[in-house]
C-alpha cells in the first residue's frame, strides 16, 4: 500500500474514533441522567411527590449529576481540541484515547458511588481517575507528535502549547493525590495548584518560537 494510501486509511481511522469518542460521551450522559431519583423510590412513593421534595430528598445523586455533566462537558470539549489538531491516526494512539476514555468512565463511576464509599477512598479515586485520563491523554498526543499525526500547517508555538497543556492535568492530579488521605479541605486546596503549574506551562511554551509543525517533529 503507497503512502498516500495509508494516510488515508489513517484518516479514515481518525474519523471513526471521533464517531466512537461522541458516542460514549452520548451514552455516559444518558447514563449520568439516570442518576437522577425517580418517584418509586421515594418514601413518599404512592403519595405523588412533589419535584422539589424528591430533589431534596435525593440531593446527594442530584449533585452528582451535576459534577458528572461539568466532567462529561469539560472532557468532551478537551478531546474535540485534541482531535481538531489531528491530521490522521494510529493503532497506538487510538488505543491510548479508547484508554483515556475508559478513564473518564472510570471517573464518573467514582462520582456515582461517592456518597457511599469512605472519603479518602473517594477523593483517591477522583485524583487517580483523572490522573490516568491526563497520563492516557498527554501520551496520545505525545505519540502524535512524534509520529507525525498532527495537522500540516500547525506552528512550534500552536504544537507544543497543546502538548504542555495536555501535561497540566496528570500533573496536577498527582500532587492531589497525597492529599486526598490528609482531608478534604487541604485536598480541595491542593487542586489550585492547577493554576501555577498552567502558568510555568505556558511561560515554557510562551519560549518557543513560530514555526512549521514539520519543524518541530523530532
Not at 486509511?9 to 474514533?17: C, F, G, P, S
Not at 412533589?50 to 451535576?66: D, H, T
Not at 494510529?90 to 476514555?101: D, E, Q, R, W
Request: aromatic letters at 8%.
Amino acid at each position: 500500500m503507497s503512502g498516500s494510501a495509508k494516510h488515508e486509511v489513517a484518516r479514515t481511522q481518525l474519523r471513526r474514533l471521533g464517531t466512537l469518542t461522541d458516542c460514549v460521551y452520548a451514552l455516559a450522559l444518558v447514563s449520568v441522567m439516570r442518576w437522577l431519583p425517580l418517584p418509586e423510590e421515594s418514601v413518599l412513593a404512592g403519595e405523588e411527590p412533589w419535584m422539589l421534595e424528591l430533589f431534596a430528598e435525593f440531593s446527594g445523586n442530584l449533585v452528582a449529576a451535576l459534577i458528572g455533566l461539568v466532567f462529561i462537558i469539560m472532557y468532551w470539549l478537551r478531546s474535540n481540541q485534541l482531535m481538531a489538531h489531528l491530521d490522521r491516526t494510529s493503532g497506538a494512539h487510538t488505543s491510548l484515547s479508547i484508554a483515556s476514555i475508559a478513564a473518564v468512565l472510570l471517573l464518573l463511576y467514582v462520582v456515582r458511588v461517592s456518597a457511599e464509599v469512605a472519603a479518602p477512598a473517594r477523593r483517591s479515586g477522583e485524583s487517580i481517575a483523572v490522573l490516568l485520563i491526563g497520563v492516557f491523554g498527554a501520551a496520545a498526543w505525545t505519540l502524535a507528535r512524534r509520529k507525525g499525526l498532527v495537522r500540516a500547517g500547525l506552528t512550534n508555538r500552536e504544537i507544543t502549547k497543546v502538548h504542555l497543556e495536555a501535561f497540566t492535568e496528570p500533573i496536577v492530579a498527582l500532587i492531589t493525590l497525597p492529599f486526598a488521605y490528609v482531608g478534604e479541605v487541604s485536598w480541595n486546596l491542593a487542586w489550585l495548584a492547577f493554576f501555577p503549574v498552567a502558568a510555568l506551562l505556558r511561560r515554557r511554551a510562551a519560549r518557543v518560537d513560530e514555526g512549521p509543525a514539520a519543524e518541530d517533529s523530532p
